[in-house]
């Protein structure tokens, strides 16, 4: 299905004149797809203010039906930190560098947990909207996107109490703290990428239903969250590096607390996720059109 | 520029049942599905649309009949693109925008006012859209009171309004309307209607999938009739409507529709109620046509709860123009309804009345007097079809009067004779 411009001479570049009666109409042809692959951006782009309202929905609606509402925010990753602190910090005694344990384990779980959720939601999301797809048009990538962004808000309320944990111990951030949002938006990059990829094979099967909270929980021990990639021997030390979100905790450590920076593995985690990325919106875009169909 | 709004050409949608129909809800079922894999290549195509031609111009109004299934929702969201076509292609000048349900989108936590701009943005509204429209909307919905509540709180007559309401006042050129106003009471489905009728009036076009041929008869002039997947029938409305009843009536699968559809103002609660209506022909079987002139028996099943003492019973026969072609009361004839609670059938043989050929529908209504609300209305129930005799001299648009006169004499004399 394409949308095009109706060829009438008097218009030039496509601007729409004001006139009712001159005014050009759309001209909306729809036919079966043929093998060319569009992305289809221009769309994606007319339809922004959707995404604006369903991301705010997602936010309003996760905040409305906790009770503890905004509170969670901040007890998960404090939660997590502080069961870490004694698991792997003080019984196991982990080493985290020349940080504290708890700054170095909050420091890797905030993007983490943002990383988590949005590849949960997101792949969870075009089943979860099928009553949308079924009834109305708009172009389906708002849908895993929409997973992917609203998640941002929490990660904002995340990195606040980042910073006020840093503020406590005292630990001035790198003058690499400028290159965070590269690292943000690998974790982005790498959530939307996997998401596509699941929540499309999800319409169709939904064992991945079952399967995505199996494959995170095993993703977090494959990442250096709880731990440092100096744990890992040295020739094994390029297999974190296939993990993409193991370039993105680093790169937090390393921007926050001036640990050691990603490396030459992190051009191995840009290149993955790039491949997932891009593999992950061309099957998204051939299955979007049986969706409706399917869901 | 050309005045066509849509044009469709050899529209195809076919579905792959047992493949792409299969849903793997579980774990065990996807299991088990591989296990089936080699089965699975004799899958069968099914045809929700086949070769589907039609064209509308600008500022007319279409609607869509046929049975479930035959196919008008699936034409409808391929060209809404929600779905894709498996062949063939549509062309649709002007922007359109397609209502195939109300309230799409809300969200149960959300409040009156946050759901507007939700389902707002659903339906393709721009944002400072729907704050201009904003107060139009609330005072339609008639919900203002409860505008920061919760919809999950609302009733379900509220929730109806607020989203139809906003449905309402989607203002694209082209709009693709799938039975939206078979919902809320009869006070609320009257007004939706009333909006309806503004939009048509305002020359926008519209294809109107509906299963209220009295609601397509008045907003529309010219009905396409979908049987499988095909169109049948493309004709003016109440050609196509009555058309339509005929098969509708005489194939066995007619009986899909509910009486429940055409029930009107139901006490809750009600001591009696309308279960079904049947025509009865000489030999007192169930027919579905009858012919001109002939008597014919109406039998009503109703179901009482209470006893009921002296009511009154109300058959009123419509053609197929809505015209009110004549109204019996029991009570004209000495008749009550008095009945112990159980199941009761009531049977009002018609001797003296000559309909001439056409689509007929019945009212019925149960009263206890002239003051108090009716026990149970029934509107619009598709009731028969009247077919004359010598159907050679049948065509469709013969405009036959509400009455059929059966008797006439006639005295042709030459001019000259004394």
């Known amino acids: 299905m394409r949308a095009e411009q109706s060829g009438v001479p008097t218009i030039e570049n496509g601007a729409p004149l004001s006139a009712a009666n001159a005014a050009p109409l759309p001209t909306l042809v729809i036919e079966p797809a043929r093998g060319r692959f569009s992305l289809q951006l221009d769309r994606l782009w007319a339809y922004r203010e959707l995404l604006y309202f369903l991301v705010w929905r997602d936010v309003k609606v996760r905040y409305k039906q906790t009770a503890l509402g905004v509170a969670w925010i901040v007890l998960q990753p404090l939660l997590t930190t502080l069961i870490f602190t004694v698991l792997f910090g003080m019984l196991l005694e982990v080493p985290s560098g020349d940080v504290p344990y708890p700054v170095f384990a909050l420091t890797g779980l905030v993007p983490w947990q943002y990383f988590a959720g949005a590849l949960t939601r997101t792949s969870a999301s075009l089943v979860g909207n099928a009553h949308l797809i079924t009834k109305v048009y708009f172009p389906r990538l708002i849908i895993p996107l929409t997973g992917v962004l609203s998640g941002l808000v929490d990660f904002a309320i995340g990195f606040v109490l980042k910073a006020v944990m840093l503020n406590i111990y005292r630990i001035q951030p790198t003058p690499a703290v400028l290159l965070l949002h590269a690292f943000l938006l690998l974790a982005m990059a790498t959530a939307l990428g996997f998401g596509l990829w699941l929540a499309a094979l999800n319409v169709r099967y939904r064992d991945i239903g079952y399967l995505v909270p199996f494959f995170i929980q095993i993703w977090l021990y494959a990442t250096p969250v709880a731990y440092g990639s100096t744990l890992i021997p040295e020739q094994y030390r390029w297999l974190l590096g296939l993990n993409p979100m193991t370039g993105v905790v680093?790169?937090?450590?390393?921007?926050?607390?001036?640990?050691?920076?990603?490396?030459r593995l992190f051009a191995l985690s840009v290149a993955i996720t790039t491949v997932v990325l891009l593999t992950g919106l061309v099957y998204f875009r051939r299955t979007e059109r049986t969706f409706a169909d399917v869901v | 520029m050309s005045d066509i709004a849509i044009r469709v050409e050899n529209l195809s949608k076919r579905y792959e049942i047992g493949r792409a129909g299969t849903r793997h809800d579980t774990l065990r079922d996807a299991l088990a599905g591989l296990f089936r894999r080699e089965g699975r290549g004799r899958s069968e195509a099914f045809w929700a649309l086949r070769d589907v031609s039609f064209e509308v111009k600008r500022g007319e109004v279409v609607g869509i009949i046929g049975r479930n299934g035959a196919g008008k929702s699936t034409l409808l969201k391929v060209l809404s693109q929600i779905t894709e076509p498996t062949g063939g292609r549509a062309e649709i000048h002007g922007r359109v925008g397609s209502l195939l349900e109300v309230g799409t989108g809300f969200h149960p936590e959300l409040t009156g006012r946050e759901n507007i701009y939700l389902n707002g943005a659903i339906l393709g509204m721009r944002r400072e859209e729907i704050a201009r429209k904003f107060d139009e909307i609330v005072a339609f919905s008639e919900i203002e009171k409860f505008l920061d509540t919760p919809v999950k709180r609302y009733s379900s007559g509220m929730y109806v309004r607020l989203a139809f309401a906003v449905a309402a006042h989607l203002e694209p050129e082209i709009l693709l309307v799938d039975e939206v106003l078979a919902v809320g009471d009869a006070a609320f489905q009257k007004k939706a209607l009333g909006k309806m009728g503004s939009v048509v009036e305002e020359g926008r076009t519209v294809l109107f999938v509906s299963h209220n041929m009295a609601a397509i008869r008045s907003l529309t002039s010219r009905a396409l009739c979908i049987r499988r997947g095909e169109v049948a029938i493309d004709a003016t409305s109440g050609v196509a409507i009555e058309q339509y009843l005929y098969e509708f009536q005489t194939s066995t699968a007619g009986a899909i529709t509910s009486i429940d559809y055409y029930r009107r103002e139901l006490m809750?609660?009600?001591?009696?109620?309308?279960?079904?209506?049947?025509?009865?022909?000489?030999?007192?079987?169930?027919?579905?046509?009858?012919?001109?002139?002939?008597?014919?028996?109406?039998?009503l099943w109703l179901h009482a709860t209470?006893?009921?003492?002296?009511?009154?019973?109300?058959?009123?026969?419509?053609?197929?123009?809505?015209?009110?072609?004549?109204?019996?009361?029991?009570w004209d004839y000495g008749v009550e309804i008095s009945v112990s609670p159980g199941d009761h059938t009531v049977i009002a043989k018609i001797c003296d009345l000559s309909l001439p050929p056409g689509a007929y529908y019945v009212d019925v209504g149960i009263n206890q007097d002239t003051q108090t609300r009716a026990y149970d209305v029934i509107s619009g129930f598709p009731l028969?079809?009247?077919?004359?005799?010598?159907?050679?001299?049948?065509?469709?648009?013969?405009?036959?009067?509400?009455?059929h006169v059966s008797n006439v004499i006639w005295r042709i004399n030459a001019r000259n004779t004394p």
């Open chain 2, 268 to 299: 809750q609660d009600t001591p009696i109620k309308t279960k079904d209506i049947q025509i009865l022909g000489n030999s007192n079987e169930e027919i579905a046509v009858i012919s001109m002139g002939e008597p014919f028996e109406i039998r």
């Open chain 2, 306 to 330: 209470q006893p009921i003492d002296g009511a009154n019973l109300t058959i009123t026969l419509r053609n197929s123009r809505d015209e009110r072609v004549a109204t019996i009361f029991s």
């Open chain 2, 384 to 403: 028969c079809r009247v077919v004359s005799e010598n159907e050679i001299h049948y065509w469709p648009d013969r405009p036959w009067g509400a009455v």
């Open chain 1, 250 to 263: 680093e790169g937090f450590r390393w921007a926050l607390l001036g640990q050691a920076p990603p490396g």
